[in-house]
């Protein structure tokens, strides 16, 4: 006899071969029923939905049945029914039960609806099983492919950057150190500096904070490149859309002058987020329902609208003129500050009631590479906001001038020495150049509607939390 083989329950759901006899492995989600007839609800991760098992009891004993229960992994062999109830294409009626793992009621701690979102992060090693977190994970799997086929179908080629870095020139403060010395017997010199001679690298190292420099060095020979990967800041900030451990795509592009930069990141997030009401539709359906009544026309219109472009400039005299209507913040805005979250938001989800491109910005709030503008007092840097996130892209021209690069490093008290390396592409065949970073789990709260980014990526590393 021909061994029976698994089908998915995605697939399962969608047949039409009433009559056959199937094979669907799982974990049970409920079972329900009288002694006549038991129902297995069955979800195997294929789909958000379960198939439904109905079982009679009499046939297999109440004893055999005892084991199939909540979190329980079973398989099961039946016939593919047409399903009598409403919604419902197909169910199994079950032949065999084989039951691979049991999870006993008192201690399974997923046992009844509705738990809060905070209490499965603690149990973030079966919250997976949830459908909100299996939706969550599927949408996060389709979004990481959109991304690469975006880049891909437009000639970028994925490279990838290093973790493990050597320069600090971008995170001063942020970086997680990297090294082999032994902790508790640390040699250091007369003026009490570590002597990094005998670390690993010879020198000290750390987790990346970006791979924007070396993605610049691919830029001016590949033309257009991206990278996606783990990215580490050690933020001590405990905010709800920070992680010490976050995933960037960074893309680059020879050539490319802000306007460029600006279109590309509109182009992309549209695809993302247009991609995911096509290829995740369910889950995000189940999001909408169970969380955030307003998700999936949030996304409609986001794909709707021509981003908002201001300068930060203009932004400024735009909040300014809301706090003289009496609109308070709580940090203080003036032409020079930092822009914080309330600020962002206050523009895209007050006035302009739209994302917002957000450009030249003081170049004292901003990194050495940007482009320095003629006024002496901007860079071509670009944000982009969003409704409910705040910023989602951070990017800019850069400036491919030598002397005008090197001297700003200088001022900035970059550490030059260490990256002579990048200074090098203004040396060799400089050009106009682009590019940005989307943080991938800023991008995945806009689409899932999630409001604290620990619960759009699987194990979140926050200040004192590295469980599982
Ligand atoms: P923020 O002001 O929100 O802290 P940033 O200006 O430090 O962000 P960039 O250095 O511009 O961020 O990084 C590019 C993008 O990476 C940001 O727009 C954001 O989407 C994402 N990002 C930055 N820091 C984090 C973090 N700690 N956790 C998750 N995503 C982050
Ligand atoms: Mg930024």
């Not at 500096?193 to 610049?216: C, H, P, R, W």
């Not at 913040?329 to 009631?353: K, M, N, Q, T």
Request: hydrophobic share 40%; proline share 4%; net charge negative.
């Amino acid at each position: 006899m021909e061994t029976l083989k698994r089908t998915r329950i995605a697939e399962i759901l969608q047949s039409k071969d009433f009559g056959t006899t199937v094979q669907v492995k799982g974990w049970v989600r409920t079972r329900r029923g009288n002694k006549q007839v038991g129902f297995i609800a069955l979800n195997d991760g294929s789909t958000i939905r379960n198939v439904q098992i109905v079982v009679p009891v009499d046939a297999f004993g109440e004893d055999s049945l005892k084991p199939v229960t909540t979190g329980a992994c079973i398989r099961v062999n039946g016939i593919l029914t047409e399903s009598p109830g409403q919604g419902q294409d197909a169910e199994i009626h079950a032949q065999e039960i084989h039951v691979y793992g049991t999870a006993d009621p008192l201690t399974y701690p997923l046992q009844k609806k509705g738990h809060s979102l905070e209490f499965l992060r603690d149990i973030a090693h079966l919250r997976p099983r949830t459908n909100t977190f299996g939706a969550i994970f599927r949408i996060r799997h389709h979004m990481a492919i959109a991304i690469h086929r975006f880049f891909h179908e437009r000639g970028f080629y994925y490279f990838h950057t290093p973790v493990l870095t050597a320069s600090d020139c971008e995170g001063a403060g942020q970086m997680f150190q990297v090294t082999t010395l032994n902790l508790y017997d640390l040699k250091k010199d007369a003026n009490g500096s570590i002597d990094y001679t005998n670390d690993f690298f010879g020198k000290q190292a750390s987790l990346t904070v970006s791979g924007q420099l070396e993605g610049e060095l691919a830029a001016m020979a590949l033309g257009a490149i991206y990278t996606f990967g783990p990215t580490f800041r050690a933020e001590n900030s405990n905010t709800p859309r920070h992680l010490a451990e976050f995933w960037m795509i960074e893309p680059e592009v020879a050539f490319n002058e802000i306007e460029d930069n600006m279109q590309l990141a509109e182009d992309f997030i549209k695809y993302c987020v247009r991609w995911a009401l096509d290829n995740c539709r369910e889950d995000v359906e189940f999001l909408n329902n169970m969380f955030d009544k307003e998700l999936i026309e949030r996304l409609n219109f986001v794909l709707k609208q021509n981003f908002i472009r201001l300068t930060y400039t203009e932004g400024i005299r735009i909040l300014e003129a809301a706090i003289a209507k009496g609109h308070t913040f709580e940090y203080p805005i003036y032409w020079g500050a930092d822009l914080a979250s309330e600020h962002e938001r206050y523009l895209v989800e007050d006035h302009f009631r739209c994302p917002v491109i957000l450009t030249d910005y003081p170049k004292e709030i901003k990194s050495f590479y940007m482009k320095q503008n003629d006024d002496g007092k901007t860079v071509r840097a670009m944000d982009v906001l969003f409704p409910k996130i705040g910023e989602i892209i951070g990017g800019s021209q850069r400036e491919e001038d030598y002397d005008k690069l090197s001297q700003r490093a200088q001022e900035m008290d970059v550490p030059t020495k260490d990256i002579w390396w990048y200074l090098d592409t203004r040396r060799f065949g400089t050009a106009p150049h682009s590019g940005f970073g989307l943080g991938f789990e800023r991008l995945l709260m806009f689409v899932t509607g999630m409001t604290n980014i620990r619960d759009v990526i699987p194990f979140p590393r926050t200040p004192h939390n590295a469980e599982f």
